[in-house]
Structures are given as structure tokens and as C-alpha cells.
């Protein structure tokens, strides 16, 4: 082989009759462009409505289900002082048992099985959005529960206006320190069932050192949902980011 | 795994250009993947591997190399390695770069 500018010849080829040409193609490819893009999209549609999209993202069994049915439940008691009309998206690898949990609440609510992947992209809720868009964008707050993995779905933006991890003390008063990357970006960090702590030997001060280490910003609420422990820290939350200008019911 | 993701987004993006280059085939991809992504060498290379079959990249060599975020001190300049939200001297700790998966280079054969 012998090189000539950026092309390669092989000699064997060349000399043999039958050119075998090749080509290096100097690229600077991001090959994350496409969900960048759709991102992008679904961030404007959320502008343009005028809607709080919530990017639930924790491990399996971690509580983000219930997290949505709590929200819901507390909006249709008028915890948040009016009526808001709210959607869920609600992403698994397979099934709809997440999704049946939700709709009987009579939420605009659609399914997101993404069969092989451990997490939404941008790309997919586009697609799930569109399929209900004008339901969708009557909507003033978007809860998206992302697949249940700790790891992999803070690596992709879907273009939300809000990014929440919730882990519960049963994963190990670890958990928060062995993933930093996961909460560096979040804007809310739950850490729930609490008043399991002691039963699982959890020291729940030390995961709020753990995350006040890596993410100084985000906001921390100790959670128990089964017991209401948190929840109207939470509802304060999405108090202080829903705006007043959202469409009412 | 979110490997088979970066695998199934690297190969359309490839095939894309084979295709516009018109190649007969794709010899060896060049990436630069950042370190904070977390994705694992071996089991990218074992997706593109499962999903390049019957296409223009199957048996394409991919070579990777990483690329390390900027974790420094906005304060005092104090530069980490791990992540970290607040300094000592008490300034923001920001987190640049790292988070990149760039095709730099293919080879095709035309």
C-alpha cells in the first residue's frame, strides 16, 4: 500500500489491472446531531404552549410512577391553588402497566415502549407527542417518566424544561456518590422512602451531602410517598415553575 | 446499555456518507467519544458489529479515542478530575467539554 495525498492504492490492485480505491473522509461528524435536533423541536413546541415538560428520570422501583400519581392527585385537589390540566408520558421497555396506573387518574396519558433502549431520546417523545399533538398541546405540565435506569437516560436531552432524578434509600446510601453524572443536571433531586432508612441501615443526611457535593443548585426533597413525607416540598416546586399565564381548566 | 444507541447513530450517519460517496464498502471509522458518556468500547463495537451486518459497514474497524471533560474552579482556576459542584475556596466547579461522540474519520473503499 502507498499513500498519495489522502487516498490510498492498494499497489496489488493497481498494477494488477483493477483499481481498488480508497478514500479517507476527514469528518467532525457529531453523531448526536439528530437528537440535538429533535430536542430542539420538542423544546419549542413546550415554549410555544406554554407548557412545563418534567423529565423523571431513576432507577426501577425507585417511585417515579408514583411520584406522577401523587402529582396528579394533588393538582386535582387543588394543591396548587387551580386546576391544571396535566399529561403524562410514560416510557418503559415493554408493557403498559405504568401507563394503566396513570390514565385512571383521566390524565391525557399515551405509552412509550422503546423496546430495546434504556432510555428515552428526543426523537422517540417527538414521535409520542405527535401522536396526540392536539391533546398535548392543551396541556400546562408535562410529567415524563423516563425507563427506569439510573445510568443511561441523563446522557439525552428530550428538550424538558425540568430534569428530576429520584432514587429511594433502598438502592444504598451510596447510590447518589457512585453516579455523579446522573445528578449534576437535575433541577430536583428526591430521595424517597425515608422512613424505610433505618430498616435498610441508610443514613439519608449522607445521600444529601452526596448530592449538595456534585449539584449545588438543585433543589433536595426527603420523600415518602406511601406516608406524604415531601410532597408538598414538591408541590411548592412545581408552584414556583408553573406560570401564572398557563391555560386553566 | 445505551451503547446500541451510539452504535444504531453511528452507523446511519456512515452509511449516509458511503452512500453519498458511493463506496462499496467502509473500511475503518475514527471516533472521538467523551469520557462522560460512560459508553464502553468494547460493547459499542460488539452493537455496530450486530447491527453493520449486511450493510455497507459490516466489518468496518473502529478505532476510538477519548476525550476528557474541563472540571475547573471558576474562582481560583483549580482544576478536578471527579465531579464536583463546589470548590473549597467556596467558587462554582464547571464541567466543559466530555460529553462528545464525533465521527473524525472513514475510510472507504470506492
Redesign the interface.
Given at each position: 500500500m502507498y499513500k498519495r495525498g489522502k487516498e490510498?492504492y492498494n499497489k496489488k490492485d493497481f498494477f494488477g489491472g483493477v483499481i481498488?480505491?480508497?478514500?479517507?473522509?476527514?469528518?467532525?461528524?457529531?453523531?448526536?446531531t439528530?437528537?440535538k435536533r429533535f430536542a430542539k423541536d420538542n423544546r419549542r413546541f413546550f415554549n410555544e404552549n406554554e407548557i412545563i415538560a418534567i423529565n423523571i428520570m431513576g432507577a426501577v422501583g425507585s417511585g417515579k410512577t408514583t411520584l406522577i400519581e401523587k402529582t396528579i392527585l394533588a393538582i386535582k385537589n387543588k394543591e396548587l391553588g387551580k386546576e391544571l390540566k396535566v399529561g403524562a408520558i410514560l416510557g418503559d421497555v415493554f408493557g403498559d402497566s405504568d401507563f394503566k396506573r396513570v390514565s385512571k387518574h383521566s390524565v391525557i396519558a399515551e405509552p412509550l415502549n422503546t423496546g430495546?433502549?434504556?432510555?428515552l431520546?428526543a426523537h422517540i417523545l417527538n414521535h409520542t407527542l405527535h401522536q396526540r399533538i392536539d391533546e398535548f398541546k392543551n396541556i400546562d405540565l408535562l410529567l415524563i417518566e423516563n425507563v427506569g435506569n439510573l445510568?443511561?437516560p441523563s446522557?439525552f436531552d428530550l428538550g424538558e424544561t425540568y430534569r428530576v432524578v429520584i432514587v429511594s434509600v433502598t438502592e444504598g446510601e451510596d447510590v447518589i456518590e457512585k453516579h455523579?453524572?446522573t445528578f449534576?443536571n437535575a433541577d430536583v433531586i428526591i430521595i424517597n422512602k425515608v422512613t424505610l432508612a433505618n430498616l435498610v441501615d441508610v443514613d439519608v443526611e449522607k445521600m444529601v451531602r452526596d448530592a449538595?457535593?456534585?449539584?449545588?443548585?438543585a433543589k433536595i426533597i426527603k420523600m415518602d410517598l406511601k406516608d406524604g413525607i415531601g410532597i408538598e416540598e414538591w408541590i411548592n416546586f412545581l408552584r414556583s415553575v408553573l406560570d401564572v399565564s398557563c391555560n386553566t381548566s | 446499555?445505551?451503547e446500541?444507541?451510539?452504535a444504531y447513530?453511528?452507523l446511519?450517519?456512515v452509511i449516509r456518507?458511503a452512500e453519498e460517496?458511493k463506496?462499496k464498502k467502509v473500511?475503518e471509522i475514527e471516533?472521538e467519544v467523551g469520557e462522560?458518556?460512560?459508553i464502553n468500547i468494547d460493547q459499542l463495537i460488539f452493537c455496530f458489529k450486530a447491527i453493520s451486518k449486511d450493510t455497507l459497514a459490516e466489518n468496518a474497524e473502529i478505532h476510538a479515542v477519548f476525550s476528557g471533560p474541563d472540571m475547573r474552579c471558576e474562582k481560583c482556576g483549580r482544576r478536578f478530575d471527579?465531579?464536583?459542584?463546589?470548590c473549597e475556596c467556596g467558587g462554582?466547579v464547571c464541567?466543559k467539554g466530555g460529553?462528545?461522540?464525533?465521527?473524525?474519520?472513514?475510510?472507504?473503499?470506492?
Open positions: 490510498l481498488m480505491h480508497k478514500i479517507d473522509i476527514e469528518a467532525e461528524i457529531d453523531v448526536l439528530e437528537n430495546k433502549e434504556c432510555h431520546d445510568i443511561c446522557d455523579p453524572l449534576v449538595k457535593k456534585i449539584n449545588s443548585k | 446499555m445505551h446500541m444507541s451510539y447513530s453511528l446511519q450517519n456518507i460517496r463506496a473500511k471516533i462522560l458518556l460512560l471527579q465531579i464536583i459542584s463546589i462554582k464541567i460529553k462528545s461522540f464525533i465521527i473524525k474519520k472513514i475510510s472507504l473503499e470506492v
